[in-house]
């Protein structure tokens, strides 16, 4: 798209936000939530209580990702930001598991978790300008280090299941693997 722009996702730009996920939460009322509440605090969180949480974070800021714009109108979200800012994605036994070199508490280690995009646009090659928005981003603001732990394949090329990336999306930017430990869910890094 020639008029793509990506911004970080400050609050001003939070109704942004809120018109892109709509009023289902984008996947399956999850708010992007899923890697930020543990799974209990998660689930006791009706579809208004995970948003009310994301818009409260986005409120404290710094901004905990980008949004991509084609004109006005936000059309795709990438959850980007030190690993400490999403908890649950650094858990023992996740394909995400945090290495000894890249610590969760270690500020400069970036963690790219989840990526949304209205419905119509995906299979459209969008996560790679988002990922090349994120790069610029995250060396901006004093990344060492960016994380992802994406999907080798999936059954379509809209699928949900994307919500994490496509490992090749990844690889083309420059990402390498360090790790396997799920098959299909490298953990993929590139060092700034």
């Not at 404290?60 to 980007?80: C, K």
């Not at 996740?94 to 989840?114: E, H, K, M, N, Y």
């Not at 994120?134 to 999936?154: T, V």
């Amino acid at each position: 798209m020639e008029t793509l722009q990506i911004h970080p996702l400050t609050p001003d730009r939070a109704a942004d936000f809120t018109d892109l996920f709509g009023p289902q939460g984008a996947c399956y009322g999850c708010w992007c939530s899923y890697f930020r509440l543990p799974p209990k605090v998660r689930q006791a969180l009706d579809g208004d209580g995970k948003r009310d949480h994301m818009l409260a974070r986005i409120a404290a800021g710094p901004p905990p990702g980008l949004l991509a714009y084609d004109g006005a109108q936000a059309i795709g979200w990438m959850q980007i930001g030190p690993r400490a800012d999403v908890p649950q994605w650094n858990n023992p036994n996740r394909s995400s598991t945090p290495l000894p070199d890249a610590p969760a508490d270690d500020p400069g280690v970036w963690a790219i978790s989840c990526f949304f995009f209205r419905p119509k646009l995906r299979g459209r090659g969008l996560s790679g300008a988002m990922l090349t928005g994120g790069i610029a981003h995250a060396r901006a603001h004093g990344a060492r280090l960016i994380e992802a732990s994406p999907m080798d394949r999936a059954k379509q090329s809209k699928s949900i299941g994307l919500f994490v990336g496509s490992t090749s999306t990844f690889l083309r930017a420059g990402f390498a693997e360090v790790v396997c430990r799920k098959e299909g869910r490298p953990l993929l890094r590139l060092v700034l």
